[in-house]
Structures are given as structure tokens and as C-alpha cells.
């Protein structure tokens, strides 16, 4: 990986990372995954992959797709181009 890219990987973890504070995580782990899909359609359009495992009281007594629009809501426009494909384990503290 050129230097350029690595950096541009730092700065979109970064930013998800920052908009992911709204909901106050008690344990936020988040790896990037794009480099298993280059050649993709949306690594080639610039849009990385990511996993995300989450953990916030804000999920109290949520459903699962709650949990995820909570999430997706967060991260707002990001969703749009930094971001292509998001695996999301959400828990709250008494969950994990």
C-alpha cells in the first residue's frame, strides 16, 4: 500500500470514528477491510469496507435494525462515499 492511501484509510477510520461518538461507545473496534476487495466495484469507486463491533448503552432496549440505523445515522454522509460496505455488531455493555 502507497503512503498516500494509507493515509486516506487513517483519515475515513478517523472521521467514522469521530461521528461514531454521538453515540457515546464504551468500546469501539473497527477494521478495515478494503484491501480483501480491491477490484470491487465500490473499492474502485473509493468507497472502503469495514467491520464495526460497537458497544453503547445507547442500544439499550433497541432491536437490531434500530441499533444499525442508529449507526448509519451517525455516520451520516459518509455512508454516501467514504464509506461502501459496513458489517455492524452493535451491544450494550450488558450484552457483551
Known amino acids: 500500500m502507497n503512503a498516500p492511501a494509507a493515509i486516506a484509510e487513517n ?4 472521521m467514522i470514528r469521530d461521528r ?3 453515540l457515546a461507545p464504551e ?5 478495515d477491510e478494503s484491501g480483501q476487495h480491491v477490484g ?8 472502503g469496507h469495514y467491520q ?6 445507547a442500544f439499550s ?12 445515522q451517525a455516520l451520516g454522509p459518509l455512508m454516501q462515499r467514504e ?7 452493535a451491544y450494550t455493555p450488558q450484552e457483551i
Open 11 to 14: 483519515n475515513v477510520a478517523a
Open 20 to 22: 461514531l461518538a454521538v
Open 27 to 31: 468500546s469501539l473496534e473497527l477494521l
Open 40 to 47: 470491487h466495484e465500490g473499492a474502485r469507486g473509493g468507497g
Open 52 to 57: 464495526l463491533i460497537i458497544v453503547s448503552a
Open 61 to 72: 432496549g433497541q432491536p437490531l435494525q434500530a441499533r444499525h440505523r442508529m449507526v448509519y
Open 83 to 89: 464509506i461502501h460496505a459496513l458489517a455492524i455488531k
